[in-house]
């Protein structure tokens, strides 16, 4: 026992004599990237000329600093073979350098444009990028932001289900910028209500008189927008407009749709999104309805796919890559002390018809 202490004890002096020889101040003119140790934010510092604050700034807040103090520092940084870890680039600005979208139901295609044009905007403000999943469940969306909470620098919420009281209670406990929610928070919107309109108009012009809606679930802001909207064109065109229920947006949900459509007797069919959509498609043929010669479907998105069903869907098409770019934008300019909760938010982005196989004039009867 007291051999191996005195081995260690020997072993431990060694270690401590190497931890204060690579532990001394770098001398002026000395090759700082000779240190047998990882290089520190202060080698950083003292290599570029500049104050160890100033070398934080330059490498976790660009823009903070001149663009010749931080290419030196970036270019020392470089030199040393220095990168910030996450903690430590929490610890010197304040943040985590994480951004999270929240998206109700990730195996929607029309949120994989969300993630591009949210780490498009990221990657461009040397952030990193969480993706979390809700599953529809305003529950689970309420959890969600209770752990993001101090772990994230700010959230885009795509497609939010909360309520607007609990929607205001995370946001201000989080920075938030919404997607298709306006108030209580900063928000980016898509007129898919005009959208809806336009397919309902697309509809009447090709002599369809009883038409359905089968909208989202009843948590979704911009399906209470849909129904308002077409509700008020149904009335201008003079045209029976049938409430198909609220459904799941996926395509398992079609079945339902189909159905209804079927004891409805519409002739066409005006979907809230396109997994809906293909699931409408679906269980009509399976039923023997012929699309478009019986019935007519419209879906909402216009999403991978769209185009390869049988037949092809006419659908809305929707920016949605755009809008998350935008949204993120939003967020990293509040974290920049650039945009303040009161602006102004960008006006509603347009969406468009886009006209396939599964819409042709309505039966004769």
């Known amino acids: ?14 270690r401590v004599g190497r931890r204060r020889r690579s532990s001394r101040p770098a001398q002026a003119g000395g090759d700082i990237s000779a240190s047998p140790r990882p290089a520190t934010l202060r080698d950083v510092a003292a290599l570029s000329g500049v104050a160890v604050s100033t070398a934080s700034r330059a490498l976790t807040r660009p823009g903070r600093v001149s663009g010749e103090t931080e290419a030196r520092v970036r270019a020392a940084a470089e030199q040393l073979g220095y990168a910030p870890s996450g903690p430590a680039r929490a610890l010197l600005s304040g943040r985590t350098g994480v951004v999270a979208l929240v998206v109700p139901d990730v195996t929607n ?3 994989f444009s969300a993630v591009r044009g949210t780490q498009s905007r990221l990657r461009q403000g040397r952030f990193a990028h969480l993706l979390v999943d809700t599953e529809e469940s305003p529950a689970a969306e309420e959890r969600a932001l209770r752990d993001l909470r101090g772990t994230v620098d700010g959230a885009v919420l795509a497609g939010a289900r909360l309520d ?16 298709n929610r306006s108030q209580p928070t900063d928000h980016v919107v898509v007129d898919t ?7 309902l108009q697309h509809l009447v012009s090709l002599g369809h008189r009883r038409i359905g809606y089968a909208g989202g679930p009843p948590t979704s802001w911009s399906d209470g927008r849909r129904r308002a909207a077409l509700a008020e064109a149904a009335g201008r065109l003079d045209v029976d407009l049938v409430d198909l229920g609220s459904h ?3 395509r398992e949900g079609g079945a339902l749709v189909a159905d209804a459509v079927v004891t409805a007797g519409v002739s066409g069919v ?26 007519s479907v419209v879906g909402c998105d216009d999403v991978f796919g769209a185009d390869l069903v049988r037949p092809a869907l006419t659908t809305v098409a929707v920016p949605s890559e755009r809008a998350a770019y935008l949204a993120t934008d939003l967020l990293l300019n509040r974290l920049e002390g650039t945009r303040t909760t009161d602006a102004a938010p960008p006006p509603p982005l347009p969406t468009h ?9 309505a039966p004769r009867p």
């Open 1 to 14: 026992m007291v051999a191996i202490g005195c081995r260690g004890h020997e072993d431990g002096r060694r």
């Open 270 to 295: 005006v979907v809230f999104n396109d997994l809906l959509a293909f699931g409408v498609l679906a269980r009509l043929a399976e039923r023997g309805v012929v699309v478009p010669d019986e019935v």
């Open 248 to 250: 799941v947006p996926r």
């Open 353 to 361: 018809l886009v006209v396939r196989g599964s819409t042709a004039p």
């Open 164 to 179: 607007d009281e609990r929607l205001a209670h995370w946001a201000r406990e989080l920075p938030i910028v919404t997607i």
């Open 109 to 111: 295609p029309f949120f």
């Open 193 to 199: 209500p005009g959208g809806a309109v336009q397919a």
